[in-house]
Nanobody, 118 residues
């Protein structure tokens, strides 16, 4: 079982930046891919970014490519999402996830709210 706890959400103006962190309960990067997903009000949850096991590859949704960066801190057992040039449409609850592959997530955090004001 892997427990994931997100932090770093908040309110920011359009054009600003936020950094989300996800702390895992145990070592994950040698066994699991990690990812970030988001769910805006009234919408389905969508993929944002993912990092393969051991950080070998990263993947991004087209909507965030060039603005968001996912990274893993293996020593701290955390995965981070640096979000720059934020837009109001980035407003959502952001969830951290872990699983056997970037397209198969089995464990989820409770989420952290990001609100981008115009």
């Amino acid at each position: 079982q892997v427990q994931l706890v997100e932090s770093g959400g908040g309110l920011v103006q359009a054009g600003g930046s936020l950094r989300l962190s996800c702390a895992a309960s145990r070592r994950t990067f040698s066994s699991y891919a990690m990812g970030w997903f988001r769910q805006a009000p009234g919408k389905e949850r969508e993929f944002v970014a993912a990092i393969a096991r051991s950080g070998s590859s990263t993947y991004y949704a087209d909507s965030v490519k060039g603005r968001f960066t996912i990274s893993a801190d293996i020593a701290k057992n955390t995965v981070n999402l640096q979000m720059n040039s934020l837009k109001p449409e980035d407003t959502a609850v952001y969830y951290c996830a872990a699983g056997p592959s970037t397209s198969s997530m089995a464990y989820w955090g409770k989420g952290t709210l990001v609100t981008v004001s115009s």
